[in-house]
Nanobody, 129 residues
Framework: EVQLVESGGGLVQAGGSLRLSCAAS????????IGWFRQAPGKEREGVSC????????YYADSVKGRFTISSDNAKNTVYLQMNSLKPEDTAVYYC??????????????????????WGQGTQVTVSS
């Protein structure tokens, strides 16, 4: 069974850091796009970051550039999201997602949740002010 499992969420003060992990089973991350998304109460699910496991290219939402870093350990089938300088507006449920059926022009679609086939269960990140 294909599974994605997020971990690492929690409660942190503004300015603090968290590292989220997304562990995959049932498939390998090779030749996959792995995205991080978040959804706050009353808001649409939005793309935060994405990594192409085949060539290592990364993408970030403008709101997190310079603060968040996505990385992977393909041998462990795990993708990470290092979140620094956290703000209250970062509070959301964070999800990882994977897509392998298409990788062309990833820069144009990485941030759309509709493009991803596999999803994790989500992990809560709460940033207090």
């Amino acid at each position: 069974e294909v599974q994605l499992v997020e971990s690492g969420g929690g409660l942190v003060q503004a300015g603090g850091s968290l590292r989220l992990s997304c562990a995959a089973s049932g498939f390998t991350f090779d030749d996959y796009a792995i995205g991080w998304f978040r959804q706050a109460p009353g808001k649409e699910r939005e793309g935060v970051s994405c990594l192409s496991s085949s060539d290592g290219r990364t993408y970030y939402a403008d709101s997190v550039k310079g603060r968040f870093t996505i990385s992977s350990d393909n041998a462990k089938n795990t993708v990470y999201l290092q979140m620094n300088s956290l703000k209250p507006e970062d509070t959301a449920v964070y999800y990882c997602a994977a897509e392998s059926r298409k990788l062309r022009l990833l820069r144009l679609w990485w941030s759309s949740p509709y493009e991803y086939e596999y999803w994790g269960q989500g992990t809560q990140v709460t940033v207090s002010s």
